[in-house]
């Protein structure tokens, strides 16, 4: 099955009316909101890049491990967008959880989605109960303190903050585990595989920040120029818009050349190669220049 | 060792600003501002007196899962006090977390503490991995949806509401986790365990409901009055102050009539005795009557 169609039918599972029967409903549909339709899915995607790349053995345990990143990163999106961070009306080109639904909904379907992250990951055991508590330690480790997404938000409430820090827990934290997880998820040792996850949450923070400062609402699905009204770090902000591409350019080039070498190398390639015209499409590329 | 000491040592260890060490140091403080000090640790005491009364014989396992017990309920609590919910200044007779760090930390505060949690948890599976993903799924059961901590603070935000529906989601379910778990993290059969923490948990928010109308701020170290203020659900609300403590006396009894047969009986039953003082105090009693 296609990846894609994969990760849709798994997070439709997680998430299934009849498997959380009982909830409240505007908890559910809130919940529901913040994750269809989704985005690009690109952590997700990776997770199972990855874990095809090492010769997936546990179908159930790669999926369980992408759909639980994708549910933290949905999760963090919700936060992310509350009144006391971004204040941001729309997400994905719709209204944002908080505007759609309220601010105490918007918290608690974060708070929601964090802990059904962690369910969703005990299947990851089921058949390899030994495999569970590795894919436990880095999910959680790319979320939490000191170097994951809420560590790199919380960056945003310090005075002095060290940009490529702030990049490497906000958004890279969630790539690197995407990778390790995928790997880990197929048994294989997942070292080999963290520099990739690295270097692409770095690119994916640099082009965030791009398309922030040159992009249109209309192109992103949420509003633009909200890192300079916040004064927030961004790479455009320190390198400046040509330096900033320069980097991105860098980082998706180094990203590719860390690919060890096995058979899902060349899928891999594509999707990185895809992911790149998608966060800086050509047209965005030239208007700058 | 005395249970309140392993759970102190368990939290310190867990939370220690070496293992934390690049955490932004605002967050990490918000984060030990809402575990220390400590309440009465109850839901992690219960969970390590069932593990003891089933033979405890993995006391790491038995640690870990009483202490992400813990750091949840706090999470709970530091969401719960922010402003868009309840809005409370003080907490365990301190500022609350968004008083003396602002809603960013809080929010932020609440996932971390979240996700430490799992990742605790993880070291649940170190001697017998095939017991980390009946724990996990136990404890995520307790938090999320449907019938989890989370979702009984969203059916606050639903027009309709079964009172006992929202108190064993909002209160039970982390009661009922910490006996199960016990149970669980020591291999025993955690079902006939169950009973035990859903009547004790009623019994606890019941208790609150009473500590809320007939408490003074300086006995409970939160404001008192906010059910009212806020139109909560509240046994009192529902059953007169009266109807309430009978009520509650009704739960206790059920709860020490439901402990099975073994060596630790006597230990559990001095155990909810002493909370049911604690929760409320004869001289509080007196003055309701």
Chains 1, 2 share one sequence.
Request: glycine content about 10%; some cysteine.
């Amino acid at each position: 099955m296609e990846a894609g169609k994969r990760i849709e039918q798994c997070l439709t599972a997680i998430l299934a009316p009849a498997a959380l029967e009982g909830s409240p409903p505007r908890l559910l549909d809130a919940v529901h909101h913040a994750v269809f339709p989704g985005g690009a899915r690109v952590r997700p995607r990776l997770c199972l890049a990855v874990a095809h790349a090492c010769g997936e053995d546990d179908p159930v345990a790669a999926e369980s491990a992408a759909c639980a990143i994708e549910l933290l990163h949905c999760a963090s999106l919700v936060h992310d967008d509350l009144p006391c961070f971004d204040d941001a009306a729309t997400r994905r080109g719709q209204p944002s959880v908080h505007a759609a639904y309220g601010e105490q909904l918007a918290v608690l379907a974060g708070d929601a989605l964090i802990v059904r992250a962690f369910q969703a990951l005990a299947r990851a055991g089921e058949r390899h109960p030994a495999r569970l508590a590795p894919l436990l330690v880095t999910i959680g480790r790319s979320v939490g303190m000191p170097f994951g997404i809420v560590a790199g938000q919380a960056w945003e409430c310090e005075d002095k903050v060290v940009l490529s820090d702030y990049q490497r827990a906000k958004t890279g934290a969630l790539f690197a585990a995407a990778t390790i997880a995928g790997a880990a998820s197929a048994g294989a040792d997942p070292a080999q595989w963290r520099a990739l996850g690295e270097l692409l949450g770095e690119a994916y923070q640099v082009a965030d920040d791009v398309r922030d400062v040159a992009g249109r609402c209309d192109e992103i699905g949420k509003p633009t120029g909200r890192d300079a009204a916040l004064g927030r770090p961004s790479a455009v902000r320190e390198f400046g818009m040509s330096g900033a591409l320069q980097r991105l350019r860098y980082l998706i080039s180094g990203a590719i050349a860390s690919i060890p070498a096995c058979d899902g190398a060349g899928s891999l390639r594509e999707l990185i190669h895809a992911e790149e015209r998608r966060l800086v499409p050509p047209e965005l590329s030239r208007r700058v220049a």
